[in-house]
């Protein structure tokens, strides 16, 4: 048992990054709580733009669920009102391996608002309702491919004002880049490389056993084997798939489940804490050789650490609880009916 507890470095595969485990640093496990998270939006929900009722005091919507609906909606897709890329401005031609330092900000940055009730967070949705906002996800992405200058979409959301959110109003967003990220790209290098040693891909192999959280019929979660973060949680497609937005119906609403006991499962473990939650998708054009080990997953981060100095010097990760002990605590959360 002493060996397990002692210091511990794992390379994780997919991002080829390595992980420091330093399970001294750390209380119990099982003590790991969040801090009560100040939103520093403290509209209420009359004066919030993002409820039901205010859909003018917002940017331009682009969609909403159910489309022929006036006014009782389930989910708004609306432009950002404070964006960081604008599709006003030319489309920059960037080509692969040089070009120019500096282009002009061209993509596109929405706003997912995932319920028209304030108080209501995502992990409060039912399944079916969390299934809705993630095709809402999968619809956004689709138009956005239409855009030929738009190579890399990211989905992702904030909650809590220490992960991130500005607005305590439960929402996401969407950003098309003219570009592919360089982490992106690393870990589609990583995963590359992993397949040329192996011939498999990572994703399809990822460890269950004692990191497994939970299961549905189309879907695993798991503290990946070299998380970065204390309870971090991947949901990862048992059939392989490169790209998100081929997500259909059926499997819509079984991540909806699946993503909604994982939240839950957060909130109660370690009192509600800010999260980010990102989905890790392939870039929009592939070359079809690329498929073979670009596999997208959710990735869900609670935000109970601090990034310090060592982080930031050397790219490698301090994480005070070891995965197998995250997962073990997560599945036994109980979650109420």
């Not at 595969?13 to 009560?36: E, L, M, T, Y």
């Not at 040329?196 to 019929?217: F, I, M, N, W, Y």
């Not at 990102?278 to 690329?290: A, D, F, K, N, V």
Request: with cysteine.
């Amino acid at each position: 048992m002493a060996a397990s507890r002692s210091s511990q470095l794992r390379k994780d595969a997919v991002h080829n990054r390595w992980v420091i485990f330093s399970p001294a640093r750390a209380r119990r496990p099982s003590d790991f709580k969040a801090k009560p998270d100040q939103n520093p939006n403290t509209k209420t929900q009359i004066e919030c733009p993002f409820c039901a009722g205010h859909e003018h005091e917002c940017a331009p919507e682009i969609f909403r669920f159910p489309p022929e609906s006036a006014s009782d909606w389930s989910v708004r897709v609306i432009q950002n009102l404070y964006p960081a890329l604008t599709p006003d401005l030319e489309p920059p031609n960037i080509v692969c391996g040089g070009g120019p330092a500096m282009v002009t900000g061209f993509g596109f940055h929405d706003v997912v608002i995932e319920s028209p009730a304030h108080p209501i967070h995502l992990a409060d949705l039912s399944p079916t309702q969390v299934a809705d906002v993630l095709l809402a996800y999968k619809k956004r992405i689709e138009q956005l491919r239409t855009f030929g200058s738009i190579k890399y979409v990211q989905v992702f959301k904030n909650h809590g004002a220490s992960a991130g959110a500005s607005m305590s109003h439960s929402h996401s967003q969407i950003m098309g880049l003219p570009i592919i990220p360089p982490l992106a790209s690393a870990r589609i290098q990583s995963m590359k490389e992993h397949f040329d040693q192996t011939g498999k891909c990572g994703l399809c192999e990822v460890r269950q056993d004692d990191l497994l959280v939970d299961e549905s019929a189309h879907f695993i979660s798991v503290v990946p084997f070299a998380a970065m973060h204390p309870f971090e949680i991947w949901i990862v497609p048992r059939d392989h798939s490169s790209h998100f937005h081929n997500i259909d119906n059926d499997k819509a609403s079984d991540l909806g489940s699946l993503l909604k006991r994982m939240l839950m499962k957060v909130c109660l473990q370690l009192n509600n804490p800010p999260y980010n939650l990102m989905i890790h998708s392939g870039p929009l054009e592939m070359e079809s050789t690329q498929l073979a080990f670009t596999h997208w997953f959710i990735q869900i981060v609670p935000q109970l650490t601090v990034m310090g100095g060592f982080e930031l010097g050397t790219g490698c990760y301090i994480n005070p609880v070891l995965p197998e002990d995250a997962a073990k605590l997560l599945r036994e959360v109980t979650i109420p009916n």
